[in-house]
């Protein structure tokens, strides 16, 4: 059996003060890796971000604010990864916002924070971390994007059009760094209950005129087979794996972790 410890790896996951983040962010600590956190919240969420993640780990974690809208922000929270940890083994582009509304009713700011957030951040972390991994002679990229990285639901162009667009990011670096020893993978998961599903569901309900309660079951669990919402844990064991030795021939892929949704 091929090991999967990532110990002696260093990892950044962008986005990760809460939900998926957090647990990618929990996982690779616990199998070894020095990670890098980022996201927004309250002293009190980064503290207790911070917490959770060196609880699991021998090593510590370190935090660095930095804003995924502002390009100069990205490329220093790479540089302070490389400062921190001597190099980038592992890059997790998680960072994402959600916002529901008509597309005639779109907040033109609201599409340019989730194209900036969603896909464009993950443009200048990989530009950026690219060349430490070249010289490593090796790394693992892994975008989280999204069942709407293949499908839509109406009421979220913005969202869809930078999840499609991370697919689209995914497989073509990918196929730049194909003999580098550099893989480029994207998870997609279905809905994981975490805040950016929780505060987007009164909005639904006012977007499609039905109530909250309808939203869960006949909107997000009705697109799920499986009825029943993916969990954190589940992505971040699919991140493991993608981010570990065992995986280094999966490159250019959009895994889905959906309950069954884009079979359909
Ligand atoms: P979340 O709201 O719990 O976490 C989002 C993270 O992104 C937070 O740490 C937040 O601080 C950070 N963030 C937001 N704006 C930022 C900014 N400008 N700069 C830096 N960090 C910022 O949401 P989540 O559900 O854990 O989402 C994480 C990723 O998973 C997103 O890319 C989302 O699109 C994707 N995803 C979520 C689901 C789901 O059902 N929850 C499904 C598919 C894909």
């Given at each position: 059996?091929t090991?999967?410890?990532l110990?002696?790896k260093?990892?950044?996951?962008?986005?990760s003060?809460?939900g998926?983040g957090?647990g990618?962010?929990t996982?690779?600590?616990?199998?070894?890796?020095q990670v890098m956190?980022?996201?927004l919240?309250?002293?009190h969420?980064i503290?207790?971000a911070l917490?959770?993640?060196?609880?699991?780990?021998?090593s510590?974690?370190?935090?660095?604010?930095?804003?995924?809208?502002v390009?100069g922000?990205?490329?220093?929270?790479?540089?302070?990864?490389v400062d921190?940890?001597g190099?980038?083994?592992i890059?997790?582009?998680n960072?994402?916002?959600?916002?529901?509304?008509?597309v005639?009713?779109?907040?033109?700011?609201k599409?340019?924070?989730?194209?900036?957030?969603?896909?464009?951040?993950a443009?200048?972390?990989?530009r950026?971390?690219?060349?430490?991994?070249?010289?490593?002679g090796g790394?693992r990229?892994i975008?989280?994007?999204?069942a709407h990285a293949?499908?839509?639901?109406p009421f979220?162009s913005?969202?869809?059009?930078?999840?499609h667009?991370?697919a689209g990011?995914?497989k073509?670096v990918a196929?730049?760094?194909?003999?580098?020893n550099?893989?480029?993978?994207?998870?997609?998961p279905?809905?994981?209950l975490t805040?950016?599903?929780?505060?987007?569901?009164?909005?639904?309900?006012?977007?499609r005129?039905?109530s909250e309660?309808?939203?869960v079951?006949d909107v997000m669990l009705?697109?799920?087979p499986?009825?029943?919402f993916?969990?954190i844990?589940q992505?971040?064991e699919?991140v493991?794996?993608?981010?570990s030795?065992?995986a280094?021939s999966i490159?250019?892929?959009?895994?889905?972790?959906?309950g069954g949704?884009t079979?359909q």
């Amino acid at each position: 059996m091929t090991d999967l410890t990532l110990a002696g790896k260093s990892a950044l996951v962008t986005g990760s003060t809460s939900g998926i983040g957090l647990g990618i962010a929990t996982a690779l600590a616990a199998r070894g890796a020095q990670v890098m956190l980022n996201g927004l919240g309250s002293q009190h969420d980064i503290d207790a971000a911070l917490a959770q993640v060196r609880a699991a780990s021998a090593s510590d974690a370190v935090f660095v604010a930095a804003d995924m809208r502002v390009p100069g922000e990205i490329e220093a929270l790479v540089q302070e990864t490389v400062d921190n940890f001597g190099g980038i083994d592992i890059l997790i582009n998680n960072a994402g916002i959600q916002h529901v509304a008509p597309v005639q009713d779109f907040p033109i700011e609201k599409w340019n924070d989730i194209l900036a957030i969603n896909l464009s951040s993950a443009f200048h972390t990989i530009r950026s971390a690219v060349p430490h991994m070249l010289s490593a002679g090796g790394g693992r990229i892994i975008n989280i994007a999204s069942a709407h990285a293949s499908v839509a639901s109406p009421f979220k162009s913005a969202y869809v059009a930078a999840k499609h667009g991370m697919a689209g990011l995914t497989k073509t670096v990918a196929l730049e760094l194909a003999e580098r020893n550099i893989t480029v993978n994207a998870v997609s998961p279905g809905y994981v209950l975490t805040p950016l599903v929780e505060n987007q569901i009164a909005a639904t309900a006012s977007a499609r005129g039905i109530s909250e309660d309808a939203v869960v079951s006949d909107v997000m669990l009705a697109a799920q087979p499986t009825k029943s919402f993916i969990t954190i844990e589940q992505v971040a064991e699919l991140v493991l794996f993608l981010a570990s030795d065992a995986a280094a021939s999966i490159t250019g892929s959009i895994l889905p972790i959906d309950g069954g949704w884009t079979a359909q």
